[in-house]
């Protein structure tokens, strides 16, 4: 099997910054790209950033230039950095990875149980 848990979520004012990181753990023979989403109420689950195994990055247009993805390829690991956050900004976020498992030769994707952003005006 394989886990992803998120952590970093938490309660800030308009303006702060916030680090949200997911680790992947279990039966993991290789990662291909990594992700966040974020999901607010009422609302779909909406694409934040995207990561792939060499580093190429991808972004909703809407956040470019405020939150950043980052991964750590030996300790599974990947982490957003989110600046100048907005009100709009809150949502549970969750992680995405495409996992490879031991013995596997195709990947499945994995979702983490989310954690919760709050932005308070």
């Known amino acids: 099997q394989v886990q992803l848990v998120e952590s970093g979520g938490a309660a800030v004012q308009a303006g702060g910054s916030l680090r949200l990181s997911c680790a992947a753990s279990g039966s993991i023979f290789s990662i291909n790209s990594m992700a966040w989403y974020r999901q607010a109420p009422g609302k779909q689950r909406d694409f934040v950033a995207r990561?792939?195994?060499?580093?190429?990055?991808y972004y909703a247009d809407s956040l470019k230039g405020r939150f950043t993805i980052s991964r750590d390829n030996a300790k599974n690991t990947v982490s957003l950095q989110m600046n100048s956050l907005k009100p709009e900004d809150t949502a549970v976020y969750y992680c995405?990875?495409?996992?490879?498992?031991?013995?596997?030769?195709?990947?499945?994707?994995?979702w983490g149980r989310g954690t919760q952003v709050t932005v308070s005006s």
């Open positions: 995405n990875a495409e996992v490879v498992r031991v013995g596997d030769y195709l990947a499945n994707v994995y």
């Open positions: 990561i792939a195994t060499g580093g190429t990055t």
